[in-house]
């Protein structure tokens, strides 16, 4: 009689332990995707702010003001030499200072950890960056204000994000631009 109460035992535990293992099995694999979305997020901010870098580096490069009041600045001179490669941005050894307009880290894209896709005008000058991935981006809207939305919002890929140094943003509907801030 005992044996039959413990083989009868022995089968319930065997079942509840079948159940705990696909219970975990489920929730480690909704954890996973939780993290890989909150990964994809924090990528997602570094490229913008990486690519903003870039961008406002390339500005610098080339003299371009910030835009005021809302106006885009003109297209890049094309008397000024272009950085050969994004390195260039490191230190410009075209100034006696060795002007330095970027840091290191910002010479990889964030989403593939390889060098940003060089987007170039007319005249094949460096003025922008992109990344290379095929990814989907999670943000489609509310991009930050110094954006030019029209390069981000509604993209399918972050491959088609693209950070202009000769574009700048239109002051957003609705709010008043800020008169510039004497020096």
Do not use: H
Request: net charge positive.
């Amino acid at each position: 009689m005992m044996r039959r109460l413990l083989r009868s035992n022995g089968g319930f535990t065997y079942v509840a332990a079948l159940v705990m293992v696909v219970i975990v099995g489920i929730m480690s694999a909704r954890a996973a995707e939780v993290w890989k979305t909150k990964m994809q997020r924090e990528r997602e901010i570094e490229l913008i702010s990486r690519g903003t870098q870039v961008r406002d580096a390339l500005r610098r490069w080339y003299g371009l003001k910030p835009a005021q009041n809302g106006q885009v600045p003109a297209n890049v001179d094309p008397k000024i030499q272009s950085p050969s490669e994004l390195k260039d941005l490191l230190q410009d050894t075209r100034t006696a200072s060795k002007a330095r307009y970027l840091r290191a880290v910002a010479l990889i894209d964030p989403m593939t950890g390889k060098d940003w896709a060089l987007v170039k005008d007319t005249a094949q000058k460096i003025v922008g960056v992109k990344s290379t991935s095929e990814e989907e981006p999670i943000k489609q809207a509310n991009f930050p204000f110094d954006l030019e939305p029209a390069d981000f919002e509604g993209k399918k890929k972050y491959s088609e994000w693209q950070f202009i140094c000769t574009r700048s943003p239109a002051p957003p509907t609705g709010s008043p631009v800020p008169p510039p801030v004497p020096r």
